[in-house]
């Protein structure tokens, strides 16, 4: 892929995927096609999340002070939430945001929801709406104005120890989502300077893009106190004495798509794990004039098993050369291509193509077995595709020890770079300017007793990661 920005744009139109021609700037629409891709999407997100929290859904406006209460927060996102100042001709008495987030919208509401420790754990999520009025360049799913698929799970615990156990659940099912989806990912602890505003700590999912530039896909905030605080969360413990809640959050969005389609995308266009392919076959019957009903009397059957056995598939009938379907099914990213002709029903065969590794597979055609044989491509499907992403994540990932190894490593070979950091904010700041890289922060790793960090050549005590990101 040489230029991986211009292929994800055209990606999005030519799949049908995205519209960005609407006319606010960082606002798109969803097209038919894409909107099946998040529909698919979110239930996978959701069979993990449901297991265990609520779904929820709160209003999209949060009044001022309710908003401004939290310092930090507040600061945070100043500079991007938009406000509604108007009902009418009337101005409101208070203005009221476009939540950029919803902690300040649903928190004040636990507050009233927890009385004692029976009350507790709450655990709720929603799939909302957001608004930031992002200053860095928008692109559609990447950096929107209105993030339209911003799925949030909101957690209030009686001890840190619940909530640090949450964090983990929070990572533990985003890890199998992403894995689910076959986005390949590093995680990591994110810096002081770029936790979330009012957090104690952020951990955060980053994708290697193909262009070598990394996207967060997914972040988990241990909230500790502080917006308990702010929003006097209280609850009574077994001695009956006042404690504030412990929280946690966690959110994805739209980006997940992003990171979809760039993960697997190649030259022909869009290629999608089965679990959100609108489609998971496509049925192509090779029609000649007087062979035509044997085709589709055989084809119309072999949708209809394929179907009632709850794969989705699609039969494509229309006068068009064949060579101009397989193009158009492939650009939308249909994991299976089933090609059936006159001389294949002589035969009793089938041919079977997949989008991914693009090999044409004979097969003997047996009604009661023909199900399982596409489940099985599905799988090996699926795992092979993960497989690809999280090796192109690994291989894309660089231990260095040299300073001037950084700066090189990036520019030549793009991906993430690892190296030894002695963890002091000053120091992973000058790095930041130094090396015109973004610190994505520590993982924990034994080193050596002896080593020391990159930049400042002090005690190391962190593995840090670095890249250039989105
Ligand atoms: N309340 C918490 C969960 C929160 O707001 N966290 S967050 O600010 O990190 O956002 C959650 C996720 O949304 C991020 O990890 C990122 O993947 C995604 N995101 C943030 N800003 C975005 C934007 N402008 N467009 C698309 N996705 C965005
Ligand atoms: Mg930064
Ligand atoms: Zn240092």
Excluded at 52 to 57: A, P
Excluded at 178 to 205: H, M, N, Q, V
Excluded at 233 to 243: K, R, V, W
Excluded at 309 to 338: A, S
Aim: proline content about 4%; aromatic content about 10%.
């Amino acid at each position: 892929m040489k230029n991986f920005s211009e292929w994800f744009h055209n990606i999005l139109e030519e799949a049908e995927i995205i519209d960005s021609r609407y006319p606010i700037k960082g606002m798109s629409v969803w097209l038919p096609r894409g909107f099946q891709i998040r529909k698919y999407t979110l239930n996978a997100i959701n069979e993990l999340v449901e297991k265990d929290h609520d779904e929820v859904l709160f209003p999209m406006l949060i009044p001022e002070t309710q908003l401004s209460k939290e310092g930090e927060t507040v600061k945070g996102f100043e500079e991007e939430v938009y406000w509604v100042t108007k009902g009418g001709k009337n101005d409101l008495n208070e203005r009221l945001a476009l939540r950029p987030t919803s902690e300040t919208s649903i928190y004040p509401m636990f507050s009233l929801w927890i009385r004692s420790h029976m009350d507790l754990p709450v655990k709720v999520f929603q799939t909302v709406s957001t608004f930031r009025y992002e200053t860095k360049h928008t692109r559609p799913l990447i950096r929107v104005r209105e993030i339209t698929t911003f799925h949030e799970t909101h957690t209030a615990h009686s001890t840190p120890e619940e909530a640090e156990e949450e964090v983990q659940e929070g990572i533990r099912i985003y890890k199998e989502f992403f894995d689910k989806l076959g986005i390949g990912y590093s995680i990591c602890r994110r810096p002081e300077w770029d936790k979330f505003p009012g957090s104690l700590y952020t951990t955060a999912f980053d994708a290697i893009m193909p262009d070598g530039k990394t996207l967060q896909i997914g972040t988990v905030h241990n909230l500790g106190q502080k917006f308990a605080q702010t929003y006097d969360i209280q609850f009574e413990n077994d001695e009956g004495e006042h404690e504030y809640v412990n929280q946690v959050c966690y959110g994805v969005s739209d980006r997940v798509v992003a990171a979809l389609i760039a993960a697997h995308g190649d030259e022909k266009g869009l290629q999608l794990p089965p679990v959100v392919a609108p489609e998971q076959v496509i049925i192509i019957p090779i029609i000649f004039k007087e062979k035509e009903d044997i085709v589709l009397n055989f084809t119309d059957n072999l949708e209809k098993i394929l179907k009632d056995n709850g794969i989705r598939v699609k039969q494509d009938k229309r006068d068009m050369r064949p060579g101009k379907k397989y193009y158009e099914w492939e650009k939308r990213g249909v994991p299976i291509r089933i090609e059936v002709g006159p001389r294949d029903i002589e035969n009793n065969n089938i041919v079977l193509i997949r989008r991914d590794t693009g090999k044409k597979e004979f097969i003997e055609y047996d009604e009661n077995t023909i199900v399982d044989v596409v489940k099985e491509c599905m799988d090996n499907i699926t795992k092979d595709m993960k497989e690809a992403s999280n090796k192109f994540q690994e291989e894309k990932t660089f231990f260095v020890t040299k300073p001037e190894q950084i700066k090189k490593t990036i520019n030549k070979k793009g991906g993430i770079v690892t190296c030894n950091w002695c963890g002091e904010i000053d120091c992973g700041k000058e790095m930041e300017d130094k090396f015109d890289i973004d610190v994505l922060g520590t993982q924990e790793a034994e080193l050596e007793d002896d080593a020391t960090c990159i930049n400042c050549g002090k005690k190391a005590n962190h593995k840090v990661l670095v890249s250039k990101t989105y």
